[in-house]
C-alpha cells in the first residue's frame, strides 16, 4: 500500500486512512475487530476524538488495537479550545483519552475545529490549552500537534504560520476546493496535510460517470475511486481519512492506495479546466456563502442548491437524493427543511448577492431532488 510523508515529522501514513467517527453503538466487540481488521490490512493512520459517537470511538479503537505492534499505527485524537480552554482542562482529557485508548502516548493531539479568533484569544493565552498540550509533550505523551479546521483558507493559512503545528486536518474534494491555498501554504511549510471528507460526506460514494469519465474513464473502477484519485494527485496531501464501515470498504481501499496512480500534469490541467468550468456554472446557481439565512421557514437554502448542483452538474442523482430525504431527520441535515416548505415569502430575494431568484430555484432544485 502507498504511504506519504507527514510533512516533516518523519512519519508516513498510508494514502488512505481510518477515521473513526462514525463507530455508533454501545456494542464494542465488533468495532474492535473491524478496528483490528483496517489495521491488519495495512493502514496505519487512526483519527478520532474524545467525543467521537458519545466517546465510544476512542474506546473501540484502542480495544481494537490492543495487543497490535504499536510502532506500525500512528494514532491521532483531539479536543476544542472551547470546551477545554485551560491547561488543566486540557490535560485532564488528554489522561482521559490516554486510558480510554489504552496506550501511554498519542502520535498525535489536534485541536479540533479550530479558528484564528479561537487561536489568539483562547488557545495561546497563559495558562491556556496550548500550555497544556506543550506540557504533555514534554512528558512525552504526545508527539506532534496539529489541528483541525473548518476556518477561511486565509485564517488556516494564518494558523500555519503560527510555526506551532506539524499537521492540518481539512476538508478537501473534487467538488469542495476552497482550501487549495492553504494545502500549498502547508506544503511549503513542511506541514502535513489530512483530509477529512474526500467523498464529499459520502455523497461521492454513489456513482457518477461524469467524474468517473473526467478521472480515468475505464481505469477506474468507482466514483470512490475518482474522488481518491483527484485528492490524492495533490502532491501537498499526506493522506485521506475514510471511515470504512466494513470489509467490502476495507477491501476496496486496499485496491484503490495500491494501485494509485496519480494525474499526471496533462490530465491535471484539463481536469482543472473541467472543474473551473463546472464551479462557474454552480456558482452561478448559488455560491454557498450563506447570506440568505436563516430561512424564516427554516428551508436549508445552501444545502438544497448544493445537493441539485451535485445532481445536475456532477451526475452525482442518486446520492443527492439521498442525502435530501434526510432533511429535518437526520444529521447533518436534520435541522434543515427541505424546499418545499418554502412560502414564497420573498425574505431571501434581497439578501443574495447574486440576485437569484431563490423561491424559483428552490422550486426547481425540488423537482430534481425529491
Same mark, same amino acid.
Given at each position: ?127 491556556? $490549552? ?23 483558507? =486565509? ?22 476546493? !476552497?482550501? =487549495?491555498?492553504?494545502?500549498? =501554504? ?11 471528507? $474526500? ?49 467490502? !470498504? ?51 437554502? $445552501? ?26 431527520? =437526520? ?12 412560502? !414564497? ?26
Amino acid at each position: 500500500m502507498q504511504k506519504r510523508p507527514c510533512g516533516e515529522t518523519g512519519l508516513d501514513f498510508t494514502a488512505i486512512s481510518f477515521g473513526g467517527m462514525r463507530m455508533h453503538g454501545d456494542d464494542t466487540a465488533p468495532w474492535a475487530r473491524h478496528v483490528r481488521a483496517v489495521a491488519e490490512a495495512g493502514f496505519n493512520y487512526f483519527e478520532t476524538s474524545n467525543r467521537y459517537c458519545s466517546s465510544t470511538s476512542e474506546i473501540k479503537i484502542g480495544e481494537g488495537l490492543k495487543g497490535f505492534p504499536r510502532d506500525k499505527v500512528y494514532v491521532s485524537t483531539k479536543c476544542g479550545c472551547k470546551a477545554y480552554p485551560t491547561a488543566d482542562a486540557v490535560r485532564a482529557t488528554i489522561d482521559e483519552s490516554l486510558k480510554r485508548l489504552q496506550m501511554d502516548y498519542l502520535d498525535f493531539y489536534q485541536f479540533w475545529g479550530l479558528r484564528w479568533v479561537d487561536f489568539n484569544e483562547i488557545a495561546v493565552k497563559k495558562g491556556g $490549552p496550548l500550555e497544556g498540550v506543550r506540557k504533555a509533550m514534554d512528558e512525552g505523551l504526545i508527539r506532534h500537534l496539529g489541528f483541525t479546521c473548518h476556518d477561511t483558507p =486565509e485564517n488556516m493559512i494564518n494558523l500555519l504560520r503560527t510555526c506551532e503545528f506539524e499537521s492540518m486536518t481539512i476538508i478537501y474534494n473534487i467538488i469542495e476546493r !476552497e482550501n =487549495e491555498p492553504a494545502i500549498a =501554504e502547508a506544503c511549503k511549510l513542511g506541514i502535513g496535510v489530512v483530509v477529512m471528507g $474526500p467523498l464529499h460526506g459520502g455523497l461521492l460514494g454513489f456513482e457518477s460517470d461524469v467524474l468517473k469519465g473526467l478521472l480515468g474513464g475505464d481505469d477506474i473502477k468507482t466514483t470512490a475511486e475518482a474522488s481518491f484519485r483527484f485528492v490524492l494527485s495533490n502532491p501537498a496531501v499526506t493522506c485521506a481519512i475514510s471511515g470504512m464501515m466494513g470489509p467490502k !470498504e476495507i477491501a476496496d481501499n486496499v485496491r484503490i492506495a495500491s494501485n494509485l496512480k496519480p494525474l499526471s500534469p496533462p490530465e491535471r490541467q484539463e481536469v482543472d479546466k473541467v472543474l473551473r468550468k463546472f464551479k462557474s456554472v454552480s456558482d452561478k446557481l448559488c455560491t454557498g456563502c450563506g447570506y440568505c439565512m436563516p430561512c424564516p421557514q427554516g428551508v436549508g437554502i $445552501p444545502a438544497v442548491f448544493k445537493l441539485a448542483n451535485a445532481s445536475r452538474i456532477y451526475g452525482i442523482v442518486e446520492g443527492s437524493k439521498r442525502d435530501y430525504a434526510m432533511f429535518g431527520d =437526520e444529521w447533518p441535515y436534520d435541522e434543515y427543511k427541505d424546499a418545499s416548505h418554502c412560502t !414564497e415569502c420573498g425574505a431571501c430575494l434581497p439578501k443574495c448577492p447574486q440576485g437569484i431568484d431563490i423561491p424559483a430555484e428552490l422550486k426547481k432544485a425540488h423537482g430534481i431532488l425529491q
